[in-house]
């Protein structure tokens, strides 16, 4: 049984789009008549200082907070926190959108890197062999096989990282979305994450980040939302 709901997308539609989205924090104004376009496949940087709000997009930009004035569509359908109580709905969302936090201890919980990765398929329903078929797959993507009985607790900012990636991947999201997800890595696991951008991308998946980083900027930033504090956003590209 197909648990997606019966939403349909026009091919002119964006996938995602913001529309005059104002957002608070005890008051403080953080996104403020924020208004922006994605379209599916494209790859979106998100740039600016500290405190300019990109995590609160993000955030806002998985269901995990909404808008107090302004509206944002997620393939034609507005995201609000009533539609997000709909179990059927959520379910989907979250299989369609992905998030990975800039540190990975907040996304890693399970006892063992297999039961980490396994968690996200299992949630989705997915038969046990596809289940161990997507684990395995992943484990072999993000080059981690040999951390599979380990405790994510146990192990390196770095390979957390890949771990935390790698659970994402399991998933199969549309849009990828990542909290400076350069950070924990060092230069070695900086190259590689740009060789895995690269192939999310030739896979014609959506990606958004957040970055400060030099490289990352001049290998994806070809189209950015710039982010000042309390302010609205530029897109270009």
């Known amino acids: 049984m197909n648990d997606a709901p019966d939403t349909t997308t026009k091919a002119n ?31 979106i940087c998100l740039t600016g200082p500290n405190g300019a709000g990109k995590s609160t997009l993000l955030k806002l930009l998985n269901g995990l907070i909404f808008p107090e004035q302004g509206t944002y569509l997620f393939e034609g359908t507005a995201i609000t926190a009533s539609l997000m109580r709909d179990h059927r709905y959520s379910k989907w969302f979250h299989q369609r959108v992905s998030f990975l936090w800039q540190n990975p201890d907040t996304q890693l919980f399970c006892s063992t890197v297999t039961e980490e990765l396994a968690f996200g398929p299992i949630q989705m329903g997915l038969p046990s062999a596809e289940v161990r078929q997507r684990v395995d797959d992943a484990l072999q993507a993000l080059s981690i096989a040999h951390l599979r009985d380990r405790a994510p607790y146990s192990l390196s900012g770095g ?29 070695a696991g900086r190259a590689w994450l740009m060789e895995f951008l690269q192939a999310l991308q030739r896979a014609g998946k959506t990606l958004i980040m957040a970055t400060h980083d030099r490289e990352l900027l001049q290998a994806f930033g070809q189209h950015t939302l710039a982010l000042t504090p309390a302010s609205s956003a530029q897109q270009a590209g």
């Open 159 to 187: 390979e957390k990282k890949r771990v935390a990636l790698a659970s994402l991947l399991t998933m199969n999201p549309a849009v990828w979305t990542m909290d400076e997800p350069e950070s924990f890595l060092d230069a």
């Open 13 to 43: 539609e964006p996938q995602l789009c913001l529309q005059d989205v104002c957002c608070a924090y005890d008051g403080v104004p953080v996104l403020s008549h924020l208004s922006a376009s994605i379209s599916p496949g494209e790859t």
